[in-house]
């Protein structure tokens, strides 16, 4: 679907007592992008969804219903030449192009054109978050947040604003970051609880013998951020955080409460912008998303 295609007055949505979560990652989402355009593709469609980082492009992606946008956000929109590079971060508008990525390329006739019609037919509910500089508190917005599409890329942009590499993002007198610093270390796991649910269907972004090591913090993040020490703290704990988190999510697979997405074959960073290895990476994400959908049609019971 695009912008142009005709559209349902309502959509519907065929899963209710499951939570989607997409995990961050950068680039690596080029992997599980191709779960997004599969389970668009197969008529999967959850009442809920969360996402943090380049787990929010996802989300946003599936809320639009979109398998062309899900494959050109994590593959071929590297190849724009404003997507992002030394100058960008020297500009202020960060390595990865902030503000054109997120809030100029979704625009009607533009590189990355989003379908915000479907996103306002769709009824599933939702949350993206962030972390909040100043306090460390963790901010998930939902769909009563969003009344024109520059409220939900905003939001995108701001869970998804690495420290440093991005700037951050200024939000109704408060300033974010990246939602990964947040209690969790990167999984929408606690909003998905918040809205009442018990199971989950969570697309990640790291294999599952994967375990996140000790986090460094140099002297120059340490002087940017002297102002804000939440971040510092954010930074220093994620890796905890976010192997807690994990742990958690292994133990709900194990009692059957859980239906974990783990990438099989990673092969790119979270900075990659080789088109030819994030083609491949998003065919190796499809293979796998393929052989494991009779698996996802089983837990989903559907």
Known sequence: MNASSPKPAVLETNVRDTALIFEGGGMRASYTSAVVSLLIEQGIYFDWVGGISAGASNTANYLSRDVPRSYRSFVEFATDPNFGNLRTWASGKGLFNAPYIYEEAGNPGQALPYDWPT?????????????????????????????????????????????????????????????????????????????????????????????????????????????????????????????????????LERQGRAYLFLPEHLSVSNSERDVRKLRRSYELGAQQARRELPAWREFLEI
Do not use: C
Request: proline letters at 7%; aromatic letters at 12%.
């Open 119 to 251: 996103f306002q037919a769709n009824p599933a509910n939702f949350s993206v978050g962030a972390f909040e500089m100043q306090t460390g508190r963790m901010q998930y917005w939902t769909r009563e947040d969003i009344h024109v599409m520059q409220d939900l890329m905003l939001r995108v942009r701001a869970s998804s604003s690495l420290p440093v590499l991005m700037p951050p993002v200024d939000l109704n007198g408060k300033t974010y970051v990246d939602g990964a610093l947040g209690p969790t270390g990167g999984f929408a796991l606690d909003a998905a609880k918040a809205a009442g649910y018990t199971k989950f269907f969570v697309v990640m972004t790291r294999g599952r013998e994967y375990i996140k090591p000790p986090a460094k913090i140099s002297g120059m993040y340490r002087r940017l951020f002297r102002k804000y020490p939440a971040v510092i703290n954010g930074i220093l704990h994620r890796p905890h955080r976010y192997n807690e988190t994990r742990a958690e999510l292994f133990e």
